[in-house]
């Protein structure tokens, strides 16, 4: 038998050992932990977030994005914050990542805004608009136009700061099995289609289905669908897409720039000082020009190697684009009516577009000069 004193002891210094190992394993996002840094000195980590993508991270360019922001910010702070990526699927469908932000149920999320349409209509025109911005423009809109504001307006009604963190060129107007030589070939087509292209192809008479990036070679080849479009030729190749779809049709009208954002709630946001806000903020630029980059860089050689894996790189007729365009203005206008959110984001981009045309008028040389 041991003394009464004795048993308080061991029961004090259970609960100590309990107490520490709970400390040691607790979750991300608890709090400060000490880290070890390359050069031996431990650093304070200041926010561990856990991070789910909306496009796996395999995928070249958007795959790469959220990646390359998780080391920056973890290089540029000797580990104090850190971000841990997941796959779509793993913590959060790939279309419910902002759900899951605005919730509470992840602090933090990286994903295309055009996934939100459906709930938050104006939400499409921060990630691509048929025939409009070019990348440069989008940038100039988004810094210096308003951009930033509207999208805080907009998201801060769903309890979420988006932050512009990767944009890329022109996609791909498609990939078909049988050539487009009129609108009349689209009547009837099933199609994997996004944001507000998907709704003006809906109206020129395709049947549109939205799936993930990782679900479309499936559907492509078991018939579930006739044509896809999805990213850039270095993205859809990498998924497969080449491979049954022979007929590569350009330029991409429904989305000459696209936009990828990371999202965190709000109170969370507001919850970190200032200066990590501003790191976060400054990451998220520099991946932004390294998406761009890639974008614009990579590219030229997939195209150029089209031809030996016998897929033919096609331009869509003007008459085709000019009823395109129609329909997409009929589109967008018609958004903008049933939605207020709508009208003064699309408002503002049009009044942009409209100052910037004198300069791009101007500065720079024809395409074919």
């Not at 801060?156 to 990939?175: F, Y």
């Not at 206008?333 to 959110?341: F, I, K, N, T, V």
Request: hydrophobic share 45%; charged share 20%.
């Amino acid at each position: 038998m041991i003394s009464q004193r004795a048993a308080l002891v061991a029961v004090l210094v259970a609960f100590c050992v309990g107490l520490l190992g709970s400390l040691s394993i607790r979750s991300a996002g608890d709090g400060a932990e000490r880290v070890q840094t390359e050069g031996g000195e431990h650093a304070q980590r200041r926010i561990h977030w856990r991070m789910p993508i909306s496009i796996t991270s395999t995928t070249p360019i958007l795959g790469d994005s959220p990646q390359w922001m998780a080391q920056m910010l973890l290089d540029a702070t000797d580990g104090a914050i850190q971000l841990d990526i997941y796959d779509p699927g793993e913590l959060v469908p790939a279309f419910s990542i902002t759900d899951a932000v605005r919730d509470g149920k992840v602090p933090v999320g990286h994903t295309w805004l055009g996934y939100d349409q459906g709930k938050i209509p104006a939400s499409a025109l921060f990630a691509a608009t048929p025939f409009g911005f070019e990348p440069w423009e989008y940038l100039g809109w988004w810094y210096e136009g308003g951009g930033i504001t509207l999208a805080d307006d907009l998201y801060g009604q769903h309890n979420i700061k988006p932050l512009l963190c990767g944009i890329i060129g022109p996609e791909t107007a498609g990939w078909f099995r049988d050539p487009i030589n009129s609108l009349d070939d689209i009547k009837g087509l099933k199609i994997r289609f996004a944001g507000l292209g998907g709704k003006v192809m809906e109206r020129a008479g395709a049947s549109v289905t939205m799936l993930p990036g990782g679900e479309i070679f499936q559907a492509l080849e078991k018939g579930a669908i006739d044509a896809t479009e999805f990213s850039l030729p270095l993205m859809d190749q990498s998924l497969g897409f080449s491979r049954i779809a022979k007929n590569n049709y350009y330029p991409g009208w429904h989305q000459p720039f696209t936009a990828v954002h990371t999202v965190v709630n709000l109170d969370v946001w507001n919850s970190i000082s200032n200066a990590d806000q501003h790191q976060i903020e400054q990451v998220c630029m520099a991946v932004t020009t390294r998406t761009l980059a890639a974008s614009e860089g990579l590219q030229g050689a997939v195209i150029a190697g089209l031809p030996a894996i016998g897929v033919k790189a096609r331009y869509l007729n003007i008459d085709i684009l000019r009823e395109l365009q129609r329909l997409s203005l009929e589109v967008m206008d018609e958004e903008a009516a049933r939605d207020p959110d709508f009208a003064t984001i699309l408002k503002s981009q049009r009044e942009f577009s409209a100052e910037y045309l004198h300069w791009k008028r101007l500065a720079y040389l024809p395409r074919d000069f």
